[in-house]
Nanobody, 121 residues
Framework: QVQLVESGGGLVQPGGSLRLSCAAS????????MGWYRQAPGKQRELVAF???????NYLDSVKGRFTISRDSAKNTVYLQMNNLKPEDTALYSC???????????????WGQGTQVTVSS
């Protein structure tokens, strides 16, 4: 099993910044893609950004130029630096990781519990 624990959420004023962290622990042989999703009340969950094991990244159009995803593979941790935050960024942000427990097992998808980000004056 693998646990994903997010941190770094909170209340911030428009234009402010936050840095989210997500640490994976447990039986981990390899982690492929790690990503951040968000879900606002009454809306569907959407992919905010992801990063592959090779370092390739992809972003939701509305956060391009403001958010940066990165990872520390040695620590099995992914980060999301969020700058110039807007009220529409308010949501529950959840971490996702695609993990192998051993070389012979398939990839499994894991989710964290989420961390709330609220952007308000």
């Amino acid at each position: 099993q693998v646990q994903l624990v997010e941190s770094g959420g909170g209340l911030v004023q428009p234009g402010g910044s936050l840095r989210l962290s997500c640490a994976a622990s447990g039986t981990i042989f390899s982690i492929n893609t790690m990503g951040w999703y968000r879900q606002a009340p009454g809306k569907q969950r959407e992919l905010v950004a992801f990063i592959t094991s090779g370092g390739s990244t992809n972003y939701l159009d509305s956060v391009k130029g403001r958010f940066t995803i990165s990872r520390d593979s040695a620590k099995n941790t992914v980060y999301l630096q969020m700058n110039n935050l807007k009220p529409e960024d308010t949501a529950l942000y959840s971490c996702n990781a695609v993990v192998k427990h051993s070389v012979v097992l398939p990839w499994y998808n894991y989710w964290g519990q989420g961390t709330q980000v609220t952007v308000s004056s």
